[in-house]
């Protein structure tokens, strides 16, 4: 496989579940990205990780918990959510967390909670 | 804060010219990024500007000036294909790598 995968592309989830988001990339990328996207809404940052540290954590509610074992391989773990999370929630990654290095993203885990 | 502007949607036919504006008013500026996302599939990467003028690649060609806290994106010889939303993102600089989105335009290319 190449370029940046995301598994599952699709959940359903209640309040009370605990569930993770994958996030694998195959390009040997230093920087690891994860972003929410809602209807009628920017892209938002949620976490950067730069070889497998946490350089951001945009504000992000305790609810999500991130985790990067490698530079790899990058985990968004979930509990106890809010109607409201439902989105789509993208991974991306890119050469290096610095400026000017485009990110590559994956296809996205479309998230709905009931 | 960040703010990224850019229009909501545009229309334009087949074969034509279209360009997609957005300004900006960012604490810092190290790069514009534009994407394209087609319905349910991931961003992809279209070009980037840090320096001011004009990037051209193939049809596609992307703008910027720094004074003006403006870009664009000119689309030539439009394509059913190009109809996607187009993102334009800024990189604040502001210490590690933060891209801050527009909320994108939706570009409908109708025959």
């Known amino acids: 496989e190449t370029g940046v995968t995301q598994t599952p592309r699709h959940l359903v989830m209640g309040m009370t579940n605990k569930k993770s988001l994958k996030c694998e990339q195959h390009l040997g990328h230093n920087a690891m990205y994860w972003y929410k996207q809602s209807a009628k809404k920017p892209l938002e940052l949620m976490f950067v990780?730069?070889?497998?540290?946490?350089?951001e954590n945009n504000s992000v509610p305790s609810r999500f918990s991130p985790e990067c074992p490698n530079s790899s391989h990058l985990f968004l773990h979930l509990h106890t959510l809010q109607p409201e999370d439902s989105a789509l929630y993208l991974c991306a990654s890119s050469q290096d967390e610095r400026g000017g290095y485009e990110q590559y993203f994956g296809p996205g885990t479309r998230l709905t909670v009931t | 804060g960040q703010n990224i502007d850019q229009p909501t949607e545009m229309t334009a036919t087949e074969g034509a010219i279209v360009q997609i504006n957005c300004t900006y008013q960012?604490?810092?500026?190290?790069?514009l990024f534009w994407y394209q996302q087609h319905a349910g599939e991931a961003p992809t990467f279209l070009s980037y500007?840090?320096?001011?003028g004009l990037e051209e690649k193939g049809r596609f060609s992307s703008f910027l000036s720094r004074s003006k806290g403006y870009s664009y994106l000119l689309l030539k010889e439009l394509q059913m294909k190009d109809s996607a939303s187009y993102l334009c993102?800024?990189?604040?600089?502001?210490?590690?790598?933060?891209?801050?989105f527009g909320k994108g335009t939706k570009l409908s290319v109708i025959p």
């Open positions: 993102a800024v990189d604040s600089g502001a210490g590690s790598y933060q891209l801050t």
């Open positions: 960012t604490s810092g500026f190290n790069g």
């Open positions: 500007n840090v320096l001011d």
């Open positions: 990780y730069s070889l497998e540290e946490r350089v």
